[in-house]
Every structure is written in C-alpha cells, then in structure tokens.
C-alpha cells in the first residue's frame, strides 16, 4: 500500500512504535516516520533516523497505553512538554544527529493537544 501511494505522489507518514516497520515503511516509499512512543521504547528508532536521514515525527507522550492517562498530569503542560522534548533532543545527539541536522531541523514535535494531557492546554502559557 505505502509503496502504490507514494507511487502516485502521496507523502506517505510511518506512525508507529516499532523500528522495523518504520524501516519497513521508509524502503516503501514512506517519507516521514511519526513516532508514536516518543521515542521512549529504545534507542532502535532514533538510530535507524540518524542512519537514514528520513523526517522525523518525536511525538510527546508519557508512558504507554496501559499508563498514559494516570501519567498526564501538568502543572504547565507548555512547559513541561517543552523540557522533556528538550531531553528527548540529547538521546537524537547521542545517536548520531548533528546540531545540524538536530530533532529540531528534521523533526517535528508533536504534543497532541488535548489528547491525554486531561485538556490543561487550554490557559497555558506558550
């Protein structure tokens, strides 16, 4: 499917968790992969970016299915996304990126506003 897609000039984005399908997707013809763990499952995902240079989706998120919600808690979710993707930044680095190329130039941060942050984005501060 990613292949036929990207075949007919759509930008075919990997959303997933696991390496081997991002890696899977991208010899597909997938051109962004969005990682929905936030990078948090390993440093498998990270690497495989920085070996293939493709565009990368850090999505913000804090545990995984079973515990997200327990885990959304924020006193100022701007704030706080913003430090743990900042920390999230330094494990691209370790990988190989360069400040260059960092999660900030050929990624894109993703907090998904209002989905488990228990709607604190409205009233934040930027």
């Known amino acids: 499917m990613v292949r036929r897609l990207t075949e007919r000039g759509v930008v075919v984005s990997a959303d ?3 390496p081997d399908t991002a890696e899977a997707a ?3 013809g997938a ?3 969005n990682d929905v763990s936030g990078a948090r499952l390993g440093e498998e995902m990270i690497e495989l970016i920085a070996r293939t240079g493709a565009p990368y989706i850090l999505t913000h998120a804090r545990g995984d299915s079973a515990t997200m919600d327990s885990l ?3 006193a100022d979710p701007v704030a ?3 430090a743990e993707l900042l ?3 330094s494990g691209c680095w370790t990988a190989g990126w360069t400040p260059r190329r960092s999660c900030w130039i050929r990624a894109w ?3 998904r506003a209002g989905i488990r942050t228990g709607g604190c984005w409205r009233g934040s501060t930027p």
Do not use: F, N
Request: no cysteine; hydrophobic share 45%; proline share 5%.
């Open 80 to 82: 706080e996304v913003r």
């Open 72 to 74: 959304a808690r924020y």
């Open 26 to 28: 991208l010899q597909a």
């Open 109 to 111: 941060a993703s907090p």
């Open 31 to 33: 051109g962004i992969v």
């Open 87 to 89: 920390g999230l930044r």
């Open 16 to 18: 997933t968790l696991h």
